[in-house]
């Protein structure tokens, strides 16, 4: 729904405009921050005081468009894996190739010393250790800037959790498509696949919300016209992570309330199992 010019702001999202205010101290409250009370609603921070409600301070604590719990640091996922990032990339400076040949994905291959390696042989922890891998500055920086635009847009909307959850699938997804469909010798790393998986994410909650579609559409078009078209690219991460991210964030804002965890706990499950038999297919391919 479109906010109405005029309208006052609500006070934890500056953002949006809205014409409710909390029956308690009323502020102005949108509806990410709306908790039922017995007449009218309430702002987070009334219902965390125990102000009214008739229950305990936690008991009516807002919920995401998800059904999580909401939390004043609304990009505390996105910063911890922004950090691994950080981590690893420095890293891979102190280190050296060294830890990209151990880290990075690969199908199945011998290195210049004669080491077999790849996630054919046995070492399935390159198809997360590569999605949190950078070995330049450009693509450290560039994929840092997504994770930290976009996932401020979608880590409000799921909760801690399932963001949580949406960045391992997204990660894996894209990493299996890479391994699925790429020469069985060619390494790949980045966070690419990760950023991808939360444009989905993107596309699913401006739909869910009513938003506007055109910028949506018109930056994932940018995304993917640079993907095809810039060399040196795993096209595959990018397209395996746009659509894991899109799978189970729609599971996660649809799934009905009343069975809201089942639905959610068995459509993250089923896009794990999609994945771990992309894995297993190609790795008895290879081997």
């Known amino acids: 729904m479109d906010a109405q010019p005029g309208l006052p702001r ?14 308690r101290c009323d502020r102005p409250i949108c509806p990410r921050c709306m908790v039922s009370a017995s007449v009218g609603f309430q702002c987070p921070d009334c219902v965390r005081d125990g102000s009214g409600t008739g229950h305990a301070p936690d008991a009516n604590r807002p919920r995401t468009l998800a059904g999580g719990r909401m939390a004043e640091d609304e990009r505390f996922v996105t910063k911890i894996v922004i950090a691994v990032n950080l981590a690893l990339f420095l890293a891979v400076q102190v280190v050296g190739d060294r830890l990209v040949d151990d880290l990075a994905l690969i199908g199945y291959a011998f290195l210049p010393n004669g080491e077999l390696v790849g996630v054919a042989d046995g070492e399935w922890y390159r198809l997360l250790t590569s999605a949190f891998l950078h070995q330049e500055i450009p693509h450290f920086l560039f994929n840092m800037l997504g994770l930290w635009v976009i996932g401020g847009i979608v880590e409000p909307e799921l ?3 399932r963001y949580a959850v949406l960045v391992l699938l997204s990660g894996l997804s894209g990493s ?19 950023v991808f998986g939360l444009i989905g994410a993107w596309v699913v909650l401006a739909r869910r919300r009513r938003h506007d579609m055109r ?7 940018l995304s993917l016209l640079l993907t095809f078209t810039r060399p040196g690219i795993s096209w595959e991460a990018h397209i395996g992570g746009l659509v894991g991210g899109a799978l189970v964030t729609y599971a996660l804002v649809h799934a009905p309330r009343a069975r809201r965890n089942l639905v959610q706990y068995t459509a993250c499950g089923l896009v794990l199992l999609l994945d771990l038999g992309i894995v297993l297919f190609r790795s008895a391919a290879l081997a």
């Open 10 to 23: 609500c006070y934890r999202h500056p953002e949006t405009e809205t014409g409710i205010r909390c029956v």
């Open 159 to 161: 909760g801690r959790i």
């Open 176 to 194: 299996a498509l890479a391994y699925l469909l790429s020469p069985q010798n060619q390494f790949s790393l980045g966070a690419s696949g990760v």
């Open 215 to 221: 910028p949506v559409v018109l930056f994932v078009a």
